[in-house]
Nanobody
Framework: QVQLVESGGGLVQAGGSLRLSCAAS????????MGWFRQAPGKEREFVAS???????SYADSVKGRFTISRDNTKNTGYLQMNSLKPEDTAVYFC???????????WGQGTQVTVSS
């Protein structure tokens, strides 16, 4: 059974930082894609960042220069370093992983990030 478990969310003041982790179990994703999405209250889930097996990264414009995605294939874990957080970053953050680089096959349950002004 494949599981993705996020951790590292919490409450932080504007301008602060958080580091989210996504631990995968049940299979490895070293040849696939890992990504982060978020969903704010009343809004649709949106893409935040992704990293492919070769290390190529992609970011939403709203987080470029502030967030950094990374992965440690030896630990089967992905990370999202979030700096200079803003109140508009408040959302439930979900990690996702794919067996290939073309689509996401598995999703985590999400972790809440709240940024106070």
């Amino acid at each position: 059974q494949v599981q993705l478990v996020e951790s590292g969310g919490g409450l932080v003041q504007a301008g602060g930082s958080l580091r989210l982790s996504c631990a995968a179990s049940g299979r490895t994703f070293s040849k696939g894609i890992m990504g982060w999405f978020r969903q704010a209250p009343g809004k649709e889930r949106e893409f935040v960042a992704s990293i492919r097996s070769g290390g190529t990264t992609s970011y939403a414009d709203s987080v470029k220069g502030r967030f950094t995605i990374s992965r440690d294939n030896t630990k089967n874990t992905g990370y999202l370093q979030m700096n200079s957080l803003k109140p508009e970053d408040t959302a439930v953050y979900f990690c996702a992983a794919g067996n290939t680089i073309f689509k996401y096959d598995y999703w985590g349950q999400g972790t809440q990030v709240t940024v106070s002004s």
